[in-house]
């Protein structure tokens, strides 16, 4: 059938049975023009990768391509306007992309008609409201809230005498919809889910029964307000609320809040979770449940205290669960939904792949944990179909492919076929829920599996008695025990305490099975103790879990345990067969017996990771290092296949996120880290574009990481994420330092430390990658993030990178920063220089700006006079290229005062007012020797400013310049390297019209960071074996375990 014309009316009054809509508040309005939210495509670096992740992009709602000269990533995209316009100002080439003519009213032709708004005659909520009416016995309507509009928020509450009942009374399940309001396929799966309970009450047993017992509650759309608004031009990929954020009166694509990302709990945690930038699609509001929305449902858990909740959004085909908020998180009540939900070879519903929330990227304020957190639910969250998945599922229908061009996955068929048949599959999953709510910790599984009373953390090697260990156990089952045996010996009993969390987790998700632990005693070393856990459980008696067995290796009462991970078995680099053991453990023990410290050593190679019970938490500090290993690699990581072909450096081994965890496991228990290695936090060929580095197969971590399609990118593999540098080691990225001769201690844990690089370990590993660190804090404030407080501890002598000082200490460093134009001015009074001595401006540059959009240049002028212009570089740096992107006018805007050398237009010429167009601009490589002729200007007073002018968004590091001199045939008239000051140079700030406060150059020193340090850790971006003389290494590791350790 035709889809049927409708419109969006305004609501006078509407009456069904009990509940009365409140008038429609005052809204605001619609923009001119085309500010929605739409599909960008490009081709992007990996660094604009970054650049695009970091602005708040859900990875999930990605496509990927490959360039057509395959350096490029082709990035598909939904945003809105005013993030589309910050992302093209930052140098990302986005674009809108564009859609056949017809292709709106194709697609809505073929369509069914059954998408609805949520307000107005035949709307959503009309619907729901005659559906309950219609079943008064059963079936009650509550307003639990109104909008941001004023819109009533209507949920059903369906039980038996549901209208007389006082809600929360019976066990109940929580289904709801449209929190993103894009999700269309989501209503539509509540509101069939809602009348298959109602129309089955009576004549179907199973439902029947679930009714007269269960409180089922749903809320078919979460957010009305944006709901509503995708069914208006040009909004239907809109996913927010309708939050006038900056209060114009116009909805645009800068409003709205996620509210997904709005509730209390993890609100804020950081800003990769969520963003704090209104323009972003996952915007987390003002401040916690700031939205009227949040607070609805909220209220609504709070009374009712739903025992599970499926919260269901769209478009990806997941089944989500756990904690979101940090990744690789596991917590005791996933055992539930392991057997709930199923694996990725039998899920609970046909195509979804179950996972812990944060697999993939993380969330924070956002709905389940909240719920889970504050009012004990089992959330899950099921990521419904894509537009695409839906039509490859009936090949020979009406319905193809590019029909869903321009969606990027949402916009599921209007198909009555196809969205019944997504509705079908996901049928068993809601009733079964239903049918748990009396014993959710034994639900009844759509696959068939059960709940196993104990999970047991295993090990096979201690270094430590007593031994403490642990289990994840039913909280329902009384006189839990650990039991053990000592080389077969007698069977002891311990009682089993409840942990209760470390520093930063494990106080959640553990509603109806807990962590608990005892601790073994009176092992010997060699001895091999055999573990296993008791209760008793009603109606069955004693029940026990799986035994382990560990040896006591030794019984340490060292203080520090060094961590050797130097990956001598693997691939790179790839070791002679001569090497069959760590070759710099022994200088770190070493240091620390100088120091003062005891130690022992593990070796990742011959022993496998270190359990953070069994091994790890007998040490005070532990020092983890690299040695000579880049990457931990087995042959199979060494090259990654992917559709844009073989890339290196792509994969590294399961062992080192199990490492990885290990030691974050042991910092939440209270440890502390010494951290070094080279290429310490380094991820590998995209850097921290994908948020990390592969370690195996999406549901088999052991597995070669095969990358077969282009969306894989983000599906296929795991990721050993970056989180850990960034969030407890305090290091937010690294970029490649070459040369350094030594490090210099210069704030906690290392000040008055020092050592000079060399010695048999840079022979064998040049110092050529070592690590200059970025700090945490520099980006996420302590005063906003404390729980990220981080600082620089150490900075390199020598080896001058490509933005340290090119001649002595001291520089002027313009480092980035949006809406800026900086100017380093100076005269030169030429009044005595004839033309044919050729005077020259000469200095050293060195830059790395976002190409085209910000741009160095050298501008000049007779001094007194308005003749402005830029200068060639005489050994050819600059361009004539204008900025890109100058005709859309915003860098004109925002800098005026380069209308001087640009003409805007269509096209945007490159002379103006008064000169023309000479720009630096893209990377220099490093420091360039660069020329200005000024003979133009001989026998007068000039005026020169090197100017660093850049655009609204995100660049690169900036511009340097040093060695400054005018010259002329008859020699050097000054000279300044700004040793001492800036000498005949000044910085007066921008011209006049450009913003003020946004950045400008310094006189400064380099930023050279080697260490950083937090109360826990101290990171080095080199290795100590690196460090020539043995009593720099013991100086220096004493004031790092006197930091840590005392």
Not at 599 to 610: I, L
Not at 927 to 940: H, M
Request: aromatic content about 10%.
């Amino acid at each position: 059938m035709k889809r049927a014309r409708w419109a969006i009316l305004a609501i006078t009054a509407l009456v069904l049975g009990m509940i009365a809509a409140p008038p429609a508040a005052a809204v605001p309005s619609p923009p001119g023009g085309n500010d929605g939210v739409h599909v960008y495509t490009g081709e992007l670096t990996s660094q604009q990768m970054d650049t695009l992740l970091k602005s708040g992009v859900d990875r999930e709602e990605m496509r990927l391509g490959k360039s057509a000269d395959g350096k490029k990533v082709v990035v598909e995209a939904i945003l809105g306007a005013a993030q589309a316009e910050e992302l093209r100002r930052a140098g990302l080439g986005l674009k809108e992309q564009p859609l056949a003519a017809d292709k709106d009213k194709r697609v809505a032709a073929k369509g069914d008609g059954v998408y609805k708004p949520y307000s107005g005659p035949g709307g959503i909520r009309e619907q729901i409201v005659k559906a309950a009416n219609g079943k008064p016995g059963i079936a009650k309507v509550v307003d639990i809230g109104t909008t941001v509009n004023g819109q009533p928020l209507t949920a059903i509450k369906v039980t038996k005498d549901a209208r007389q009942l006082r809600d929360g009374t019976r066990k109940a399940v929580l289904y709801m919809a449209a929190q993103h309001a894009r999700e269309w396929i989501t209503p539509e799966m509540t509101r069939r889910l809602l009348l298959h309970f109602l129309n089955g009450y009576g004549t179907n047993p199973e439902i029947t029964q679930l009714v007269n017992t269960t409180e089922l509650w749903f809320i078919p759309v979460s957010n009305p307000d944006g709901y509503d608004h995708t069914f208006t031009e040009d909004n239907r990929l809109w996913r927010k609320n309708l939050r006038d954020n900056n209060g114009d009166g116009q909805i645009t694509s800068g409003d709205g809040v996620d509210l997904n990302r709005n509730f209390e709990y993890k609100w804020g945690y950081d800003n990769e979770g969520s963003s704090d930038n209104p323009a972003s699609e996952t915007y987390r509001g003002a401040s916690p449940q700031s939205e009227p929305e949040t607070r609805a449902v909220d209220n609504l858990a709070k009374k009712v205290k739903f025992t599970y909740l499926l919260n269901y959004h769209s478009a990806a085909q997941l089944l989500l669960y756990g904690v979101g908020w940090q990744q690789a998180t596991p917590s005791p009540d996933d055992l539930i939904f392991e057997a709930l939900l199923g694996d990725d070879a039998t899920p609970a519903v046909p195509g979804y792949d179950p996972d812990i929330s944060a697999e993939l990227y993380t969330t924070n304020g956002e709905t389940d944990g909240h719920m889970s957190k504050k009012y004990g639910a089992l959330a899950i969250t099921p990521e419904m179909g894509t537009c695409e998945s839906a039509v490859a599922s009936v090949p020979d229908d009406e319905w193809t492919q590019t029909d869903c061009a321009g969606g990027s996955g949402f916009t599921f068929p209007d198909s009555e076929a196809l969205i019944q048949a997504e509705f079908a599959k996901n049928v068993p999953l809601a009733i079964d829920l239903a049918k748990s709510v009396k014993t959710p910790d034994s639900p009844v599984s759509p696959v068939g599996r059960t709940v196993p009373d104990f999970k047991p953390d295993t090990f096979t090697v201690s270094y430590g008695d007593p031994q403490p260990v642990a289990v994840v156990a039913r909280r329902s089952l009384s006189t839990k025990q650990m039991r053990f045996r000592i080389n077969g010996g007698p069977v002891r009993l311990r009682g089993l305490t409840e942990w209760k969390g470390g520093e930063r987790y494990g106080d959640e998700n553990n509603e109806y099975f807990a962590e608990y632990r005892a601790k073994v005693e009176g092992a010997r070393p060699g001895d091999r103790v055999e573990v296993w856990f008791a209760g008793f459980k009603t109606g069955t008696g004693t029940v026990e879990s799986k035994h382990f067995t560990y040896k006591l290796e030794k019984k340490s009462n060292a203080k520090v345990l060094v961590v050797a991970n130097e990956d001598y078995t693997g691939f790179n680099p790839d070791y002679p067969a001569s090497v069959t053991a760590p070759k710099y453990a022994a200088q770190y023990r070493q240091a620390l017996q100088s120091a003062g410290y005891s130690s022992e050593t593990w070796d990742v190679d011959a022993q496998g990771v270190p359990h953070h019970l069994g091994v790890l938490s007998h040490f005070k500090a532990v020092a983890w290092y690299l040695g000579d290993d880049r990457l931990a690699m087995d042959a199979q990581d060494v090259v990654t296949q992917t559709p844009f072909g073989p890339l290196p450096d792509m994969d590294v081994k399961r062992s080192q996120q199990d490492l990885t965890i290990a030691v974050r496991d042991y910092l939440n228990e209270g440890g502390k880290l010494l951290h070094t290695g080279e290429t310490a936090a380094y991820y590998g060929f995209f850097g921290t574009s994908l948020g990390g580095i592969y370690y195996g197969l999406d549901g088999a971590p052991d597995a070669d990481c095969v990358i077969t399609s282009q969306d894989g990118f983000f599906e296929e593999c795991l990721i050993l994420a970056d989180d850990f540098a960034q969030y407890y080691l305090g290091v937010n990225g690294r970029n490649p330092r070459g040369g350094p001769t030594g490090f210099t201690g210069t704030g906690t844990g290392l000040n008055g430390a020092s050592g000079t690089f060399g010695g048999p370990a840079t022979v064998a590993n040049p110092l050529d990658e070592a690590g200059s660190l970025q700090v945490t804090s520099d980006t996420l404030p302590p005063a906003r993030f404390p729980q990220f407080k981080s600082s620089a501890s150490a900075t390199y002598v020598g080896g001058n990178g490509p933005f340290d000082p090119v001649e002595g200490n001291w520089y002027v460093a313009g480092e980035h920063t949006d809406d800026a134009y900086m100017r380093l001015t100076r005269t030169v009074d030429l009044a005595a220089v004839p033309a044919a001595q050729q005077p020259k401006l000469e200095f050293q540059l060195s830059y790395d700006t976002e190409e085209g959009y910000d741009n160095v240049i050298v501008e000049a002028h007779t001094a007194g006079q308005d003749n402005w212009t830029t200068l060639p570089d005489l050994n050819g740096g600059t361009g004539t290229t204008v900025p890109a992107e100058c005709e859309a006018g915003f860098l004109l805007e925002e800098h005026p005062w380069l209308l001087r050398y640009l003409t805007p237009g269509a096209t945007c010429a490159a002379t103006g007012t008064s000169g023309s167009w000479n720009s630096f601009t893209g990377d220099s490589g490093g420091w360039r020797q660069v020329a200005f002729d000024l003979s133009a200007y001989a026998g007068q007073r000039v005026e020169v400013s090197i100017s660093y002018v850049t655009d609204p968004g995100t660049g690169g590091v900036g511009a340097f310049v040093d060695d400054t001199r005018v010259t002329t045939t008859g020699g050097t008239l000054g000279a300044e390297g700004f040793e001492s000051g800036l000498g005949v140079w000044a910085i007066p700030g921008p011209p006049t019209g450009s913003p003020a406060g946004a950045g400008d150059f310094a006189r400064a020193q380099a930023d050279k960071t080697a260490a950083v340090s937090t109360k826990d850790s101290v990171f080095l971006g080199f290795g100590l074996e690196q460090v020539a003389s043995a009593a720099e290494r013991a100086a220096t590791i004493k004031k790092i375990m006197k930091h840590l350790i005392g």
